[in-house]
């Protein structure tokens, strides 16, 4: 059995901050060259793409990203007993060290069923950085299959499906004059004040999906408006963060936050993703649920699973380590994680 | 009678934004040296100050500043006809040219009371700039007086007393979370909405005092909160800015505007500065509207009569130039708003 705690340390030594992939992305094609011969492996940007072809009946694709967010004083790792401290180890070289595992299993024996393992760019940033994305766009024939496992850090649980998150930034606008005279202008900070209200105010609903309490939300992340202190501002801008959950379509959810915004002059849609539903009845998600009874949660964050199922794969996120530490300097591993992770992946592939 | 458009455009041509003021006042001490041999003529910074000392029973205080806002395009004063266009043609290098031609008269002959002539540093910037703030400080009896008269642009208008001001900065806290799980943490910008909405329904009041209506006014001039799309803000920061009548005492108004602002975390008193009542009643404020029936208006904004007041003198605003134009690229001066405004304040003064 690989030491997967030291191979997570190994591949954290490689900095990858997004923009930056192309030495992990060189360091993983050659492991999965040296370690997985008899998988195919493909190159495009700072994505690889190892894959099985036994001819098996269905085929699951494991995916994880190279990039990690900027450091926060915690670039180098830091081995302390069997924990492992640092930029990625969590969010996801830890979740790279299991694929990496998976893939040298793979290429010793046929798997029950085919596996594509995919490594790839740009998730931490603007979605037209995602190296996905341009799998999707260009070679969607490597990333085909009938389901799809991310191993995001889930500490273990399954985090099925996930909300869709949509922002919209509302403009009002107004017109200047000087605050002595405030009736010679249009004060556009006062004209949003009923839609801060109506925000603030809004119960957002608890869903259940497939038994799954889905929790939206509602939120007011930015607000900005006037130029100087003796002037009636002629413009504020207000941006909605509104999570849905995933028994909605992005139509009618894009809708129902361009109602809340009624009254704004402008109401632009900055970026919309879809809702990714949890599947929990499809049989291959079932069955790996079934492996070792895992506990199963909603995700309420926005992962690459919408991705998946936006083109139809049922998809989930199940990877080692807290996801509350992501993007924290507390980031950490430990190894018994790592591990469990491993054994529930190896022993629903059959390896 | 001297071309007081001629010497309106001398003044222009000698830039004098604030914090450069020096080369005009070198320039006005010198003409009033010239011009002026009996006035006494005193400089601390670039401040002038030019008195008679006849012994007259009462003393009229007359001051203009020197300084501009940053040109708007319009820094070299262009002549059209009888209209000089430009920076400081109406704030206040046409009244600094009255103020001038003042000097040179009571200079020739003694005026019916004391003149002193007051030519300041900074009235267009931070107070701890102002060249008045400065004289009051250090110099008190160089600016004592029965009466005082700014030459701010009014039209010819006698603009009486005006308003205080106050800003007061509320800031709301919040705690920081991811936007999918915003019951984790605190979102400052909700928390400012129910203050938005007070302050955008506030009716401000229409105030009498000595027949004049001022028209109070309440407004937010700035609103800024949020971090990231992603993250619940964390604070949320709201500026106000509140005019009010001279009815009323500064520490009330303050007190008002802090209760308005009630569920903010903190509140900052950024400025607040005095009102100056009309005193109309006033036997020298009467008697210079009585020279030549000057129609009356309340000063709406705030101007440094509100200075003399604080300190027990009666004080308004007269002088050349459309109040509407200052600070705006169509600034300008006419001759005979001019020659009017001369006029009237000879005539007031004897001379």
């Known amino acids: 059995m690989t030491d997967l705690l030291a191979l997570t340390e190994e591949l954290c030594a490689i900095p990858s901050v997004s923009?930056?992939?192309?030495?992990?992305a060189d360091d993983i094609e050659s492991r999965l060259r040296g370690t997985a011969p008899k998988l195919d492996v493909e190159r495009l940007g700072?994505?690889?793409v190892a894959r099985t072809e036994t001819g098996a009946a269905k085929r699951v694709v494991l995916g994880g990203h190279l990039d990690t967010v900027p450091a926060n004083n915690n670039l180098s790792p830091r081995r302390e007993g069997d924990v492992l401290h640092g930029l990625g180890t969590a969010d996801m070289k830890g979740g790279l060290a299991v694929l990496l595992e998976l893939a040298r299993r793979a290429s010793e024996q046929p798997p029950r069923y085919d596996v594509t393992l995919v490594f790839y760019e740009?998730?931490?940033?603007?979605?037209?950085?995602?190296?996905l994305r341009k799998l999707f766009e260009q070679r969607r024939d490597l990333v085909a299959a009938d389901l799809a496992v991310l191993l995001e850090p889930t500490a273990g649980w399954v985090e099925a499906g996930c909300q869709g998150t949509i922002h919209v930034r509302a403009t009002f606008d107004g017109a200047r004059a000087h605050?002595?005279?405030?009736?010679?202008g249009v004060n556009a900070i006062h004209r949003a004040a009923p839609l801060l209200q109506r925000i603030a105010n809004f119960e957002p609903a608890v869903v259940d999906v497939d038994g799954l309490e889905y929790r939206e939300s509602l939120q007011i992340v930015r607000i900005d408006g006037g130029i100087a202190n003796n002037v009636v501002p002629d413009a504020c801008s207000v941006?909605?963060?509104?999570?849905?959950a995933p028994n909605r379509e992005l139509a009618d959810a894009i809708a129902e936050?361009?109602?809340l915004c009624a009254g704004a002059d402008h109401i632009e849609?900055?970026?919309?993703s879809v809702a990714a539903p949890p599947n929990l009845w499809q049989p291959l998600v079932a069955e790996l649920i079934g492996v070792y009874d895992l506990?199963?949660?909603?995700k309420l964050g926005w992962t690459d699973v919408a991705r998946f199922a936006a083109h139809g794969v049922a998809a989930l996120n199940l990877g080692p380590g807290d996801p509350e530490l992501a993007h924290t300097p507390a980031e950490r591993v430990d190894r018994g994680d790592l591990d469990g992770c491993a054994a529930v992946l190896a022993a629903f592939l059959g390896l």
Chains 1, 2 share one sequence.
């Open 122 to 131: 740009g998730e931490e940033v603007a979605d037209e950085h995602n190296g």
């Open 257 to 259: 936050v361009e109602a």
């Open 295 to 298: 506990p199963v949660r909603p």
């Open 19 to 24: 923009g930056d992939e192309a030495a992990l």
């Open 46 to 48: 700072a994505n690889v």
């Open 239 to 244: 941006v909605v963060n509104r999570r849905y």
């Open 179 to 184: 605050s002595a005279r405030p009736w010679m």
């Open 269 to 272: 849609v900055l970026n919309a």
